[in-house]
């Protein structure tokens, strides 16, 4: 009797199967499949139903993930791929992301490529193993095609993608952003309207689409409003610290002007995301 208790004693330490929670109810392991799946809509009674669910709830039931994997399904989970979980823009849209996601249903998974497409290709690939219900990436701060394959990758194996901030023109998934150009515009209008003339708008070289877009945006709100060149500083070192003090522009198009205001229109990439926080991603007025 001794070792009959001790055996079920066990048996409650152990993860509960289905076949546990069929012998529990009274009622076959089809019924708790079909009763779990829909509880709802189904063939059985009330009665029936309310017992198998009952049972699952004081035995601690969990589906096996895998057993629904092997059935085809996908499972209620997004991977969300961020290049720099340092920077400070990541974790808001980490927090907005999870929490509409939760609200449908769905739980995240986030996954740091460190600016790195070779990382990224080493997630889809885990993703595509779990069967995820869909991803969502921002991409890393390069022009490289091989994200576009990452892509292409995912959804060729029935895993919808949607890309957001970072932008590549010759995708076809669907996009989340903001209007870069007019972006670029409106604060360098508003620059221009605090009485600076010579603004300075620091970009990379071979900007990404979203960087150039920015570009274009501050070069036609100096044309429009004050009818001068504007100079373009391309400088990704991290050595060039921005501070309060006057410096000169440096590229093909700036050397040698001092700016009275200081546009950046870059993501800093993590190499330099030592850099004070109040000189990324905003003009600074000098």
Same mark, same amino acid.
């Given at each position: 009797?001794?070792?009959?208790?001790?055996?079920?004693? /066990?048996?409650?330490?152990?993860?509960?199967?289905?076949?546990?929670?069929? /012998?529990?109810?009274?009622?076959?392991?089809?019924?708790?499949?079909?009763?779990?799946?829909?509880?709802? !809509?189904?063939?059985?009674?009330?009665?029936?139903?309310?017992?198998?669910?009952?049972?699952? %709830?004081?035995? =601690?039931?969990?589906?096996? $993930?895998?057993?629904? =994997?092997?059935?085809?399904?996908?499972?209620?989970?997004?991977?969300?791929?961020?290049?720099?979980?340092?920077?400070?823009?990541?974790?808001?849209?980490?927090?907005?992301?999870?929490?509409?996601?939760?609200? $449908?249903?769905? !739980?995240?998974?986030? $996954?740091?490529?460190?600016?790195?497409?070779?990382?990224? =290709?080493?997630?889809?690939?885990?993703?595509?193993?779990?069967?995820?219900?869909?991803?969502?990436?921002?991409?890393?701060?390069?022009?490289? /095609?091989?994200? *576009?394959?990452?892509?292409?990758?995912? !959804?060729?194996?029935?895993?919808?993608?949607?890309?957001?901030?970072?932008?590549?023109?010759?995708?076809?998934?669907?996009?989340?952003?903001?209007? !870069?150009?007019?972006?670029?515009?409106?604060?360098? %209008?508003?620059?221009?309207?605090?009485?600076?003339?010579?603004?300075?708008?620091?970009?990379?070289?071979?900007?990404?689409?979203?960087?150039?877009?920015?570009?274009?945006?501050?070069?036609?709100?100096?044309?429009?409003?004050?009818?001068?060149?504007?100079?373009?500083?391309?400088?990704?070192?991290?050595? $060039?610290? *921005?501070?309060?003090?006057?410096?000169?522009?440096?590229?093909?198009?700036?050397?040698?002007?001092?700016?009275?205001?200081?546009?950046?229109?870059?993501?800093?990439?993590?190499?330099?995301?030592?850099?004070?926080?109040?000189?990324?991603?905003?003009?600074?007025?000098?």
């Amino acid at each position: 009797m001794g070792g009959k208790h001790a055996a079920r004693g /066990e048996k409650k330490n152990q993860r509960a199967k289905i076949t546990d929670v069929a /012998e529990y109810a009274k009622v076959s392991v089809a019924t708790v499949s079909i009763i779990l799946k829909d509880p709802k !809509n189904n063939r059985f009674s009330e009665k029936t139903v309310k017992k198998v669910l009952a049972a699952a %709830e004081a035995l =601690q039931y969990q589906p096996a $993930l895998f057993a629904q =994997q092997m059935k085809g399904k996908h499972l209620s989970v997004i991977g969300l791929i961020i290049p720099d979980l340092m920077n400070h823009f990541y974790p808001e849209v980490t927090t907005g992301f999870s929490k509409q996601a939760n609200a $449908l249903g769905y !739980n995240v998974i986030l $996954l740091n490529s460190d600016n790195s497409i070779d990382q990224e =290709q080493v997630f889809a690939d885990a993703l595509i193993r779990m069967r995820v219900a869909g991803v969502a990436m921002c991409g890393v701060y390069s022009t490289d /095609e091989r994200e *576009l394959e990452v892509i292409k990758r995912l !959804n060729s194996m029935d895993i919808p993608v949607v890309r957001f901030d970072r932008y590549n023109a010759n995708e076809t998934c669907p996009f989340v952003g903001i209007d !870069n150009y007019h972006a670029g515009y409106y604060i360098t %209008e508003k620059l221009i309207k605090a009485g600076h003339k010579k603004i300075c708008c620091l970009a990379p070289k071979n900007p990404v689409y979203i960087v150039s877009e920015r570009c274009k945006g501050y070069l036609s709100a100096m044309e429009k409003n004050t009818g001068l060149k504007a100079p373009v500083a391309h400088s990704m070192q991290k050595s $060039l610290v *921005l501070s309060t003090r006057p410096c000169k522009a440096s590229g093909s198009q700036g050397r040698g002007i001092l700016p009275s205001s200081l546009l950046e229109v870059i993501w800093m990439p993590l190499s330099a995301s030592k850099l004070p926080l109040h000189s990324r991603l905003m003009s600074l007025v000098i």
